[in-house]
């Protein structure tokens, strides 16, 4: 068989799953020298080893993996995507009734998201509003998405939006500061319905501050407690005083890698065009992929504070942590000056 497109070809195969009764997952795929997909795997949102993700070894978080070996490879010739093996056998119950519930099945359509939005907006409740929609398709099975589908929808859209007049009044603050000073930069990035999604701003002393002290910087999220809920990213470095300064900051909609790549690009953008040297984070994957993107030739490092945060969760239950490893970590830590002595530590 072949397919026009890989959008095409993971259609098919998420239709033959619904029909089947499993859900679909994108296994594996590999880019070619114009990076574009040449190679993908589809497989059965069932394969793949069972991880426990919790530390509650009494209580277990539940899981569908059962290393089912269905899956289809395809790769790209001539413009097209051409099936090479096919896999059809499942080692677990098919249900065709459920998969409307497979969360590749679930989707919020563009016409039900403005009916969602029209309802949030006229102060009617979740829980009346969904109630709606599963009168009016019959039955929740009928439904192509879930309740929490439809809540993260609503949270995401509320992000969206800055109440009335709150998008033109922060772009009317904006053109007053540039009015005031040229070096004053900003610009804000809007959806296909004009709404605001995210905004960058940077004023000339955090501009020419990056001349100076630009070869490290740290980036993090921090959520505001405001009606809104948007995350606060700031860039944020050190000055030969020892003090933190603002390299600039914004305001995203999602911490997802497409938002992450559109901050990076618009605080590039504001620099000149110039990379830091290192960039440090949390080590969120979103921001680790976007930063390979946007700053290939920068060194990713991630925050030491989250890394050592992290170190009860993982050594807390042995013995010999609170007997002298958790020093001795610490020293390793922070009192090596160099690669050799925290090798020898």
Same mark, same amino acid.
Request: charged content about 25%; some cysteine.
């Given at each position: 068989?072949?397919?026009?497109?890989?959008?095409?070809?993971?259609?098919?195969?998420?239709?033959?799953?619904?029909?089947?009764?499993?859900?679909?997952?994108?296994?594996?795929?590999?880019?070619?020298?114009?990076?574009?997909?040449?190679?993908?795997?589809?497989?059965?949102?069932?394969?793949?080893?069972?991880?426990?993700?919790?530390?509650?070894?009494?209580?277990?978080?539940?899981?569908?993996? &059962?290393?089912?070996? %269905?899956? +289809?490879?395809?790769? /790209? @010739?001539? =413009?097209?995507?051409?099936?090479?093996?096919?896999?059809?056998?499942?080692?677990?119950?098919?249900?065709?009734?459920?998969?409307?519930?497979?969360?590749?099945?679930?989707?919020?359509?563009?016409?039900?998201?403005?009916?969602?939005? &029209?309802?949030?907006? %006229?102060? +009617?409740?979740?829980? /009346? @509003?969904? =109630?709606?929609?599963?009168?009016?398709?019959?039955?929740?099975?009928?439904?192509?998405?879930?309740?929490?589908?439809?809540?993260?929808?609503?949270?995401?859209?509320?992000?969206?939006?800055?109440?009335?007049?709150?998008?033109?009044?922060?772009?009317?603050?904006?053109?007053?500061?540039?009015? /005031?000073?040229? =070096?004053?930069?900003?610009?804000?990035?809007?959806?296909?319905?004009?709404?605001?999604?995210?905004?960058?701003?940077?004023?000339?002393?955090?501009?020419?501050?990056?001349?100076?002290?630009?070869?490290?910087?740290?980036?993090?999220?921090?959520?505001?407690?405001?009606?809104?809920?948007?995350?606060?990213?700031?860039?944020?470095?050190?000055?030969?005083?020892?003090?933190?300064?603002?390299?600039?900051?914004?305001?995203?909609?999602?911490?997802?890698?497409?938002?992450?790549?559109?901050?990076?690009?618009?605080?590039?953008?504001?620099?000149?065009?110039?990379?830091?040297?290192?960039?440090?984070?949390?080590?969120?994957?979103?921001?680790?992929?976007?930063?390979?993107?946007?700053?290939?030739?920068?060194?990713?490092?991630?925050?030491?504070?989250?890394?050592?945060?992290?170190?009860?969760?993982?050594?807390?239950?042995?013995?010999?942590?609170?007997?002298?490893?958790?020093?001795?970590?610490?020293?390793?830590?922070?009192?090596?000056?160099?690669?050799?002595?925290?090798?020898?530590?």
């Amino acid at each position: 068989m072949e397919f026009n497109s890989l959008e095409d070809l993971i259609n098919y195969y998420k239709q033959y799953g619904r029909k089947c009764g499993f859900g679909v997952m994108t296994k594996r795929t590999e880019k070619g020298d114009d990076e574009t997909v040449r190679y993908v795997t589809l497989a059965c949102a069932h394969g793949g080893k069972a991880r426990n993700r919790t530390l509650n070894v009494a209580n277990p978080r539940p899981t569908g993996k &059962t290393e089912c070996k %269905a899956k +289809i490879n395809a790769l /790209k @010739s001539e =413009g097209k995507f051409q099936l090479t093996t096919v896999h059809n056998i499942h080692n677990h119950d098919l249900n065709p009734k459920k998969s409307c519930f497979f969360r590749c099945n679930r989707k919020v359509s563009d016409a039900v998201k403005k009916v969602l939005d &029209t309802n949030d907006m %006229a102060g +009617i409740r979740m829980n /009346k @509003s969904f =109630g709606s929609l599963v009168v009016g398709a019959g039955g929740f099975e009928n439904l192509p998405f879930l309740e929490k589908n439809y809540h993260n929808y609503i949270d995401k859209a509320r992000h969206l939006r800055l109440g009335a007049g709150g998008a033109g009044a922060l772009q009317q603050y904006f053109s007053q500061m540039q009015y /005031k000073n040229l =070096g004053f930069f900003a610009l804000m990035d809007l959806d296909d319905e004009g709404r605001l999604k995210n905004v960058y701003w940077a004023d000339p002393r955090s501009r020419a501050a990056y001349q100076y002290f630009g070869d490290v910087a740290t980036f993090d999220t921090t959520y505001l407690t405001n009606r809104y809920g948007m995350p606060f990213a700031p860039f944020v470095s050190v000055n030969h005083h020892g003090q933190s300064i603002l390299l600039g900051a914004g305001l995203i909609s999602s911490e997802d890698t497409e938002t992450f790549v559109w901050l990076f690009q618009t605080w590039l953008q504001c620099m000149d065009g110039i990379a830091p040297k290192a960039i440090i984070t949390d080590q969120d994957r979103a921001m680790k992929n976007a930063i390979a993107i946007i700053f290939p030739n920068s060194r990713h490092r991630f925050c030491l504070w989250h890394i050592l945060k992290k170190v009860p969760e993982k050594l807390g239950s042995y013995g010999s942590y609170k007997s002298g490893m958790k020093n001795n970590l610490m020293k390793c830590v922070y009192d090596m000056q160099s690669v050799e002595e925290f090798e020898e530590c």
